[in-house]
């Protein structure tokens, strides 16, 4: 096979810049990543810190937590029991109280490299854990076959089993991959040789940092194990997003390149049963091909060099049928695929993309155009300084989009106090940008449910001066959480008024918060007027542009009750395992506003409700997400049926069952429907 020449010669280096350029705008600049990543790594901060022993932890993983937003990708995440720990030996049994833990022991005597038994140790409350419980060698094992199958619809409803996860579809769109797992606060034995392989990469710190934080065991046996059924996978996740995080930014770009040549090129047209490469393989290679060191300089003018070393390796495997994990090398993630007739099919369509040399990246269309480029103008000048691919109003975009996130609110008022104190304590460490960012947003979350926690609490059982002081507190901390958050944070305040009420004041900040939405430079999801946009708030700092330029949705938590019209759609929504119910904030303004005018105006109120009516019926999904249907048509209508047009709310009712069930609202929206039609008989 022909090899590339030492010398990398100035054309190549010319291409790998233009290429370099490409996938900054497919994947993004070093410095949107950094805020992908940011946003999540202080969010688990939190999360850690604020789930309670009992509680269930969750993370993202898989190339979302890594920081890639490539289009197809779908979201994996990873749940599994705080209070249920896996050891490697008994000696380990000593770092726990079992009196508040559930302690599994790992047993790989039988199971090939990466795989193990998991026995329990002691006993668990958990119906998942007991039902998946078998006996073997008067011993008591987890089987992950019976665990996946019982925990696969546990996060989201409906969802089929797929490796070792729950998977189904968001809206039809997004894909996700639910696992549901174990912890363990150790490094595998198994793996202990990956330490001493870390000469050059990744830093000690690095390794020490990943080793300190142990490793997960997913639901799923080796099929050629003695034990399939029974055992389950250690997953490195955790470990391979910090690999991931070690990378300089060529090679991550690599890595995308990577992924990019696997699903445009490799993949291309075949089915997915013929796939025999997935985004793993590819993982695992630019990790191997790293840390050996095999090009000494990985740098935007080498990185066609680096994608060259990658697939040399990658075609090495195929040929070989053994590709070694990178934390366990004797586990080879080939044995089951890669053999046989369909090993020989993909070793030769691989040679014939070796053969073409790097050519065969024309056949990516995301990655053509910047090779022909250079082919047509070999003198044009490609700048990789990033700071001229960045644009401030983008990256605030995306910014603005990694700051939706949803509390946990089980634990109520003590989880929120507990959020508030990590929040305190976080505050006063050392922060990125980002991070800081992110925390003030979670702390205007927390502050408006305490608020509306308080306010219920008071009302169902407090003293008149328990409830006086209680209101001068909500109210000063509402108006505090509006100055620190985004133009949408002000009907938190507007819903408080009416809750308790105080209809003027209601409307006063309605009216205010209708001027502020009127903005021509408005930030709301994905739309914005950039030009706009950069001239008002441009270079201002991230709490400036979020009390002017932007706007959110708006989450009400189903524990918590914020409008008594909305409680059966809360309640609904929670029969369904979903935890809030998530409302455009346009449709909410004129909810508010024809709720509180009701009590003073039915000129106006009734003004109020022909503005939502137009707003639901006439929208093209620049204030209504398709998602968020169900919910706007629902509020259309109780309005409607509050003014006694049953007819009109009749109509808005079946709307709203024939959208996409994004709020699981369906119950509510039956029962109203029920409710008319015996008002109704005629019906």
């Not at 909810?591 to 009590?599: A, D, V």
Request: proline residues 4%; aromatic residues 10%; hydrophobic residues 40%.
């Amino acid at each position: 096979m022909e090899t590339l020449p030492s010398q990398i010669n100035e054309e190549l280096q010319h291409m790998s810049e233009s290429v370099f350029v490409g996938l900054c705008k497919k994947v993004g600049t070093s410095q949107h990543v950094a805020i992908r990543r940011e946003t999540k790594d202080i969010m688990e901060m939190v999360e850690r810190r604020v789930t309670p022993n009992d509680g269930i932890m969750r993370m993202v993983s898989g190339s979302t937590r890594e920081g890639f937003r490539l289009e197809g990708s779908d979201i994996d995440m990873m749940f599994w029991l705080n209070n249920h720990r896996v050891i490697m030996d008994m000696s380990q049994s000593e770092y726990y109280n079992t009196s508040n833990a559930t302690l599994i022991l790992s047993d790989s005597s039988e199971s090939p490299p990466g795989f193990t038994l998991l026995q329990l140790l002691t006993p668990t409350k958990y119906r998942e854990v007991q039902s998946a419980c078998i006996r073997m060698n008067d011993r008591v094992y987890i089987s992950s076959s019976i665990h996946r199958e019982l925990t696969c619809s546990a996060a989201m409803s409906n969802s089929t089993v797929h490796g070792p996860c729950g998977s189904g579809y968001i809206a039809r769109i997004v894909e996700y991959d639910n696992a549901w797992c174990f912890v363990c606060d150790f490094w595998p034995m198994s793996a202990l040789s990956w330490i001493d392989r870390c000469h050059s990469w990744p830093d000690p710190e690095v390794v020490n940092d990943i080793v300190r934080n142990g490793c997960h065991f997913v639901a799923i046996g080796h099929p050629l194990g003695p034990h399939k059924i029974e055992e389950w996978r250690i997953s490195f996740s955790r470990a391979e997003q910090k690999c991931a995080y070690a990378m300089n930014y060529s090679q991550f770009l690599t890595y995308g390149l990577l992924k990019l040549f696997l699903k445009e090129v490799i993949n291309h047209h075949l089915e997915e049963s013929n796939k025999l490469l997935c985004s793993y393989h590819m993982k695992t290679t630019i990790l191997w091909a790293i840390q050996q060191n095999t090009l000494p300089h990985w740098c935007p003018q080498n990185l066609l060099a680096g994608f060259w070393v990658c697939f040399k390796l990658l075609l090495k495997w195929v040929y070989k049928g053994i590709c070694p994990n990178f934390f366990i090398p004797q586990n080879n993630l080939f044995l089951t695929k890669v053999h046989g007739s369909a090993q020989n099919r993909l070793f030769l369509q691989l040679h014939e993309l070796y053969k073409k040399g790097l050519a065969c990246l024309l056949q990516s269309s995301s990655i053509r155009s910047y090779i022909i480029d250079v082919l047509y103008n070999p003198r044009a000048f490609v700048c990789t300084d990033e700071s001229t691919m960045r644009c401030e109003v983008d990256l605030d975009r995306e910014l603005y989009f990694h700051l939706s996130f949803e509390l946990d609110l089980h634990g109520g008022m003590l989880y929120l106090t507990k959020a508030l104190h990590t929040i305190q304590q976080l505050v006063d460490s050392p922060l990125t940008q980002y991070q800081a960012v992110t925390l003030q947003r979670y702390a205007v979350k927390v502050i408006q449910n305490i608020v509306f926690t308080l306010q219920n609490m008071f009302h169902n059982s407090g003293t008149n001066k328990q409830m006086y002081i209680a209101d001068k507190i909500s109210c000063h901390m509402l108006k505090l959480a509006a100055k620190f958050g985004c133009i949408s944070d002000m009907l938190y305040i507007s819903m408080y008024y009416y809750k308790t009420i105080r209809y003027r004041e209601a409307l006063s900040i309605i009216e205010m918060t209708k001027v502020n939405l009127a903005r021509p430079y408005l930030m709301y999801r994905r739309h914005v007027d950039r030009e706009r946009y950069t001239e008002a708030v441009g270079g201002q700092p991230w709490s400036t542009k979020m009390r002017q330029a932007m706007a959110k949705d708006i989450l009400l938590y189903n524990n918590i009750c914020y409008i008594n019209e909305l409680i059966p759609e809360q309640q609904s929504t929670l029969q369904n395992r979903k935890p809030l119910l998530d409302i455009p904030v346009f449709v909410m303004l004129h909810f508010l506003e024809f709720l509180s005018y009701r009590q003073i105006d039915t000129t106006l109120s009734q003004a109020a409700l022909d503005e939502l009516q137009v707003l639901v019926h006439h929208d093209q999904g620049l204030y209504i997400h398709d998602l968020h249907s169900d919910i706007s048509w629902e509020i259309l209508g109780i309005c409607q049926q509050i003014t006694g047009n049953l007819q009109a709310a009749l109509y808005s009712f079946q709307q709203s069952l024939i959208q996409y069930p994004w709020n699981r609202i369906q119950t509510a929206t039956q029962r109203r429907i029920q409710d008319m039609v015996q008002l109704m008989p005629q019906w």
